[in-house]
């Protein structure tokens, strides 16, 4: 039997090839390249700061910054967790895959000392400015903003598949994500409605589990 096509709305990053079983679920994968990362100037740090991350796309800074495997490291999820882990990094907390959830996991558990210097490794648009939250409540954080996304439309192949019903299933894994495709789907005028749209990190639609 011939698996179903699905269309990954997603960043041109290396960290995502492995950690969705797409495949075994039966589906055929279609990246849809409609998201590219653009890597920014980084400012290397000491291994004195406590990092935080809301985005996978964040991860290569870690990398490059050298970051001691040890130093604590605050991530949105279980998935970036576990690239992290993968990575040999040994000291990470992480929320219920959302910038928000992460949030207030630091806040209401009190997890880093307020005395600690931390540093918001994050991309030019975020949902939540973490940052100017835990400003307000006398924490020492800065933000270094370290990637972007640049957009772009599908190609008039995949526009006409879903056009055609060539392709029914999509998985979209962040907001900015979201919105872009939205946004290309309104203007090609592409129906959804029957269109099966799934989210990864806020599901275990894709988990063993």
């Known amino acids: 039997m011939p698996k179903k096509p699905i269309l990954l709305i997603r960043s041109n990053n290396k960290y995502h090839s492995n950690h969705y079983n797409f495949e075994q679920k039966g589906f055929k994968i279609i990246n849809a390249n409609i998201l590219e990362t653009e890597e920014l100037p980084i400012t290397q740090i000491s291994d004195n700061f406590t990092i935080i991350i809301t985005s996978i796309n964040a991860i290569f800074a870690i990398e490059k910054m050298n970051i001691a495997k040890n130093n604590p490291i605050f991530t949105v999820g279980e998935i970036s967790a576990n690239i992290l882990k993968d990575l040999g990094y040994k000291n990470i907390i992480y929320g219920n895959n959302s910038a928000q959830s992460l949030l207030d996991k630091i806040i209401t558990e009190k997890l880093i000392p307020k005395t600690e210097k931390i540093i918001y490794l994050s991309g030019k648009k975020i949902t939540i400015n973490i940052d100017k939250e835990l400003q307000k409540l006398g924490y020492n954080i800065q933000r270094q903003i370290i990637y972007k996304i640049n957009s772009k439309t599908l190609s008039q192949n995949l526009i006409d598949d879903l056009k055609n019903n060539k392709i029914n299933d999509i998985a979209l894994f962040s907001k900015n ?10 203007n090609n005028n592409i129906n959804l409605s029957n269109k099966n749209i799934y989210y990864p990190r806020k599901s275990l639609i894709f988990s063993d589990k």
């Open 177 to 186: 994500g979201e919105e872009v495709f939205y946004n290309i789907c309104k």
